[in-house]
Nanobody, 120 residues
């Protein structure tokens, strides 16, 4: 079982920066990929960024060039560095992890979320 705990959310002004952390139980070295998603009020949960076990990253078009995802295997933590924040970035941000069991079936885990509010 993998447990994920997000932190680092808060209130910032437009144009500001914030760094989110996702601490995972155990080693994340064996986890295939870790991602960030977000959900704004009244909206569907949307994909934000991903980093795989090889260090390759991927971003949603809406955050490309502004957000950076990274991982520290020593600390079993994934980060989301957010810059040039916009009011439309306001959402609850969720950490996601995917691992594969012995039958190569994906097992998905979610954190509880952390609130990010960007004011005008």
């Amino acid at each position: 079982q993998v447990q994920l705990v997000e932190s680092g959310g808060g209130l910032v002004q437009a144009g500001g920066s914030l760094r989110l952390s996702c601490a995972a139980s155990g080693s994340i070295s064996s986890i295939n990929s870790m991602s960030w998603y977000r959900q704004a009020p009244g909206k569907q949960r949307e994909y934000v960024a991903l980093i795989n076990s090889g260090g390759s990253t991927n971003y949603a078009d809406s955050v490309k060039g502004r957000f950076t995802i990274s991982r520290d295997n020593t600390k079993n933590t994934v980060y989301l560095q957010m810059s040039s924040l916009k009011p439309e970035d306001t959402a609850v941000y969720y950490c996601n992890a995917v691992e594969y069991d012995e039958a190569l079936r994906p097992v998905v885990y979610w954190g509880q979320g952390t609130q990010v509010t960007v004011s005008s």
